[in-house]
């Protein structure tokens, strides 16, 4: 299994940005595909994007194009979110994923972190 571990929460205003990290371990951790994740109160888990360790085929929802990149830094094992244009409905808690192929579902990644909360206010 891959341990994974987010950082990089917190509260922003409307139009702002945060980056968010998530720290990969394990082995053949470079074989994952890696993903992102979020999930706001009464809501499901939504898809925001994924991407291999090398970040060399992003991947995104539609409700994030533009706004936000997905990064991988091979050398460090990390796979990062950059989130500009923050907007109140981007307000949930997002969970880092790995799994076995490029996919949008949730229920087919098997590894998860503990989740970071995202908090935008207008």
């Known amino acids: 299994q891959v341990q994974l571990v987010e950082s990089g929460g917190g509260l922003v205003q409307a139009g702002g940005s945060l980056r968010l990290s998530c720290a990969a371990s394990?082995?053949?951790?470079?074989?994952?595909?890696l993903a992102w994740f979020r999930q706001a109160p009464g809501k499901e888990r939504e898809f925001v994007g994924y991407?291999?360790?090398?970040?060399?085929?992003?991947y995104y929802a539609d409700s994030v194009k533009g706004r936000f990149t997905i990064s991988g830094d091979n050398a460090k094992n990390m796979v990062y979110v950059q989130m500009n244009s923050l907007k109140p409905e981007d307000t949930a808690v997002y969970y880092c994923?790995?799994?076995?192929?490029?996919?949008?579902?949730?229920?087919?990644?098997?590894?998860w972190g503990q989740g970071t909360q995202v908090t935008v206010s207008s």
């Open positions: 394990g082995p053949d951790v470079s074989r994952y595909v």
């Open positions: 991407t291999d360790l090398a970040g060399t085929n992003p």
């Open positions: 994923a790995a799994g076995g192929r490029m996919t949008a579902d949730a229920a087919d990644y098997g590894n």
